[in-house]
């Protein structure tokens, strides 16, 4: 129990990338569908998050001192930016995916007059 508890956010990681995969193959509704990309892009992200933070890191910013020179850090004690960037890239591209995604789903809403993958496909048959 106490190894769950520390590490209850890849728990909650877990969860959420299985709600929405669920959604992405269970669900027959576009929309549902979309909602489901953007959960299980979150829960990738909070994994990746959590897996470049540290207790007490301090900022990767390097200052010169008196003589111009700059100190070697401590690498155990720095933070890693290059998950931070990453994930805010992830982001970016989640929310431009899910854009498309949308607007997909409204093209093929104004088509079909449905979101229904079902009666999409029984509309295309005929």
């Not at 027959?28 to 470049?52: D, E």
């Not at 200052?63 to 070697?72: D, G, I, K, R, W």
């Not at 093209?107 to 979101?115: A, D, E, L, P, T």
Request: glycine fraction near 6%; aromatic fraction near 8%.
């Amino acid at each position: 129990m106490e190894n769950l508890i520390a590490n209850f956010n890849y728990v909650i990681v877990v969860i959420l990338m299985m709600i929405g995969l669920w959604s992405m193959l269970a669900q027959k509704n576009l929309i549902k569908k979309c909602i489901g990309m953007a959960i299980f892009q979150t829960g990738i992200i909070l994994f990746f998050i959590s897996i470049g933070a540290k207790d007490n890191a301090l900022i990767p910013i390097l200052t010169e001192t008196a003589n111009h020179v700059y100190p070697v850090p401590d690498v155990a004690k720095v933070a890693n930016p290059l998950t931070q960037i990453l994930m805010l890239t992830a982001i970016v591209v989640g929310v431009a995916t899910l854009g498309v995604g949308l607007a997909l789903a409204q093209k093929i809403y104004q088509q079909h007059s449905s979101f229904d993958e079902d009666e999409i496909l029984e509309n295309q048959r005929k």
